[in-house]
T-cell receptor
Framework: DAGVIQSPRHEVTEMGQEVTLRCKPI?????LFWYRQTMMRGLELLIY????????DSGMPEDRFSAKMPNASFSTLKIQPSEPRDSAVYFC?????????????FGPGTRLTVL | AQSVTQLGSHVSVSEGALVLLRCNYS??????LFWYVQYPNQGLQLLLK??????LVKGINGFEAEFKKSETSFHLTKPSAHMSDAAEYFC???????????FGRGTSLIVHP
């Protein structure tokens, strides 16, 4: 398996533009997670899905952020409109059915810069 | 609620020296603990995990961690640091019931020649 795939790896955009980040989880994993990493706040869980259904989106910072998972092999995180404070590295991760033993598998991340 | 505290945002060691990265947790139920490593410009990857089978857990690249319930700690160690160990290390504890991990703030390991 190729692991968790994220695209693009780098995104530079201007304030006010729409940004869409994409993720393909590992085949067979039931859970998908979106994280944001910044120097100031560390690693933050934004939202996670179970079998394509959003379970907890309490970490989504504002209504400008939305996430979807239309099928088991694809998810998007959208920011509209984007702001400079959204600049961060966004990670997607997936895992098997949760148990005490199941770790998360992370993608390489998307580095977003909003000018 | 469960949480994890990593003492020291940066740890600097010389190549060949002992590595000790500290992690303390709080948990109202028996915890499940993980150490992840993040190399520059990469995602996190699992280093080792505590599954209650043994208190001393061995991971990849010569790292190990010891679960000490009396001290609520899960410190990560490696006898001899290598330059390639320079990375960010995250301790994580799962949330009770949902098994969703809570991550610490991370410790940056710097290895000097």
């Amino acid at each position: 398996d190729a692991g968790v795939i994220q695209s693009p790896r780098h995104e530079v955009t201007e304030m006010g533009q729409e940004v869409t980040l994409r993720c393909k989880p590992i085949s067979g994993h039931d859970y998908l997670f979106w994280y944001r990493q910044t120097m100031m706040r560390g690693l933050e869980l934004l939202i996670y899905f179970n079998n394509n259904v959003p379970i907890d989106d309490s970490g989504m910072p504002e209504d400008r952020f939305s996430a979807k998972m239309p099928n088991a092999s694809f998810s998007t995180l959208k920011i509209q409109p984007s702001e400079p404070r959204d600049s961060a590295v966004y990670f997607c991760a997936s895992s098997f059915k949760p148990s005490a033993y199941n770790e998360q598998f992370f993608g390489p991340g998307t580095r977003l810069t909003v000018l | 609620a469960q949480s994890v505290t990593q003492l020291g945002s940066h740890v600097s060691v010389s190549e060949g020296a002992l590595v000790l990265l500290r992690c303390n947790y709080s948990s109202s139920v028996p915890p499940y603990l993980f150490w992840y490593v993040q190399y520059p410009n990469q995602g996190l990857q699992l280093l080792l995990k505590y599954t209650s089978a043994a208190t001393l857990v061995k991971g990849i690249n010569g790292f190990e961690a010891e679960f000490k319930k009396s001290e609520t700690s899960f410190h990560l160690t490696k006898p001899s640091a290598h330059m390639s160990d320079a990375a960010e290390y995250f301790c994580a504890v799962n949330r009770g019931g949902s098994y969703i991990p809570t991550f610490g703030r991370g410790t940056s390991l710097i290895v000097h020649p």
